[in-house]
């Protein structure tokens, strides 16, 4: 199934493609729209493991604790794996088919342009795309407010935003970042991406 936003949640295109052991399929204008962020809460909630790209798997599961995470390397050769998997994107399609064949239910994100396929007789080499930008900051115009993604996910409830760039300077590193933002999870609260915060008391 494809994956269509209009009259549904992510969290519920999750539950519908996994009731019915489908993958959703999404494309390069989905990106950077919190996909990753709900499917480790489904997970979470639904007790599944998360298949992930296996140079990402160390990342994952620091940043997602509460979920078992398996990289795609590894995956095939796992005894005892539970009856019903989820993928995250970057997952070979070969991976997802392989798990099928096993009488595995397989769910979750299947984007096929993460991979590009060399073919030499029958060799296949799968080679990742370019990581997602360390910090991009998006506005419609300028009143609007600020949309701002570090390292792919999208920051939610910002509560302050502060980034420059300081020419003229001899600071091996002028680049000033501030930004602070609500997160349930955090014992404050809150939590903040900073970088040379003491730049702009000096400036000034």
């Known amino acids: 199934m494809k994956l269509k936003l209009a009259n549904r949640s992510i969290f519920d295109s999750l539950t519908e493609a996994t009731a019915k052991r489908e ?57 005892a794996l539970p009856l019903m998997l989820l993928c995250d994107e970057g997952v070979p399609k070969r991976t997802i088919e392989e798990l099928k064949t096993k009488g595995h239910g397989v ?15 029958n060799n296949l080499t799968f080679r990742e795309i370019e990581p997602p930008p360390f910090l991009q900051i998006e506005l419609d115009d300028i009143d609007s407010a600020p949309r701002i993604f570090y390292k792919g996910e999208q920051i939610q409830e910002i509560i302050n935003a502060d980034f420059s760039f300081l020419t003229n300077t001899e600071l091996m590193n002028p680049t000033h970042i501030d930004i602070e933002y609500i997160d349930q999870d955090s014992k404050c609260g809150t939590k903040a991406i900073v970088h040379n915060r003491h730049l702009v008391s000096e400036r000034n």
């Open 23 to 79: 993958m959703i399929v999404t494309n390069e204008r989905q990106r950077y729209i919190g996909k990753t962020k709900a499917l480790m809460l489904f997970a979470e909630r639904k007790h599944l493991p998360v298949i992930v790209p296996q140079r990402l798997k160390r990342n994952y599961s620091k940043r997602y604790p509460h979920v078992q995470v398996l990289g795609d390397a590894e995956v095939t050769y796992i005894d």
């Open 107 to 121: 769910s979750g994100f299947l984007n096929e342009s993460f991979n590009t396929i060399d073919c030499d007789e």
